[in-house]
């Protein structure tokens, strides 16, 4: 019983420990499964400059209605299926699913899971979008700034939150933005 207590308390003390810069939000265990466990990873010095160098974009002659519509528009061509305006606040959010491997290899990993104790493995993703704008120094210009979190979930039910600092997909953003202001159909 003493030895059965001490592998738990060793369990759980293992489980607590995370790397410096991920923050565990949900604890589901390691070695009795009770529950998922949702981490959420701060961006490394590297990632944060990438991400600050990537995350802003100007508008020229553009008012603020015509820069939401395209920002829809933009987000909408890019496969985003749920995009709420906010024209109040100049604030669009956005979120897309991807699913990372076929249905068939979900269900092969499913029935082996039945037989053996497999770990967890990245099977679906959602990205999600934050695009605020505001006017900008000249007429008819809008600044723009965006937050792409993307996080990803394993076949266990857990999750791993990253923000996104590669700066291709904030230029494709703003790109997408750019030309749906270019051609407004």
């Known amino acids: 019983m003493k030895r059965i207590f001490c592998l738990l308390a060793l369990t759980f003390c293992l489980a607590a420990w995370a790397a410096d810069n ?6 589901g265990g390691r ?10 990873v701060e961006p490394s010095g590297e990632d944060l400059r990438n991400y600050q160098q990537a995350r802003d974009a100007r508008l020229d002659d553009a008012s ?3 820069a939401l519509q395209a920002g829809r528009k933009a987000l909408e061509r890019l496969g985003y299926k749920r995009v709420d305006v906010d024209a109040d606040y100049g604030v669009i959010r956005a979120e897309k699913d991807e699913t990372l491997i076929s249905e068939a290899r979900q269900v092969l ?5 039945l037989k053996f104790p497999l770990p967890g493995k990245p099977d679906h993703q959602t990205t999600e979008v934050l695009l605020t704008m505001r006017p900008g120094n000249q007429p008819r ?9 993307q996080t990803i979930w ?7 939150t990253l923000l996104c600092s590669d700066q ?5 953003l703003f790109d997408q933005l750019s030309d749906a202001l270019a051609r407004p159909n």
């Open 22 to 27: 991920e923050q565990i939000q949900g604890q």
């Open 31 to 40: 070695v009795l499964r009770y529950s998922s466990t949702q981490v959420r």
């Open 64 to 66: 603020a209605s015509a």
């Open 109 to 113: 990993r499913g029935l082996l899971k």
């Open 141 to 149: 210009q809008m600044l723009l700034r965006a937050n792409i979190r």
């Open 154 to 160: 394993d076949s266990n039910g857990n999750s791993r």
């Open 168 to 172: 291709a997909v904030y230029r494709q």
